[in-house]
């Protein structure tokens, strides 16, 4: 057996070896001992079960504040295009959701404000004929 031969196994161990050891380091430093802390995110990058509170909590802004613009300033950072979008697509899951009464026509009566509308809301709609 040459030389060579019995080195290639002792440097795949160690490569081997290395690359564990450094893994094993890399995700202990980056999950336990210096874990990626988010601050000041932009809304449009939450999860969904936050971005769903933020909705909300521009409605119940809106609702006690009538603030329209302030609240499509804020709904903008989530849908710069149509703003009024993520208030309707939340109301409609709540509806199908079975959730608070209050709660859906509170996201209805912003999203009438901005001037958009879903045939599942009508139900919620207060003005209806």
Do not use: C
């Not at 450094?22 to 449009?44: E, R």
């Not at 209805?108 to 919620?124: C, D, E, W």
């Amino acid at each position: 057996m040459s030389k060579r031969a019995r080195l290639l196994p002792k440097w795949v161990t160690r490569a081997a070896a290395g690359i564990a050891a450094g893994l094993t380091l890399g995700f202990a430093v980056g999950w336990w001992f210096w874990p990626v802390q988010y601050t000041n995110t932009a809304p449009d990058v939450l999860r969904q079960d936050y971005h769903d509170d933020y909705v909300a909590m521009v409605a119940a802004a809106y609702e006690v504040e009538q603030d329209l613009e302030q609240a499509r300033e804020w709904l903008k950072l989530l849908d710069p295009e149509e703003p009024s979008t993520p208030v309707i697509e939340l109301a409609e899951r709540l509806v199908e959701a079975g959730g608070s009464a209050e709660d859906v026509t509170r996201l209805v009566r912003l999203a009438q404000a901005l001037g958009a509308n879903s045939p599942t809301l009508i139900p919620y709609v207060e003005d209806r004929p």
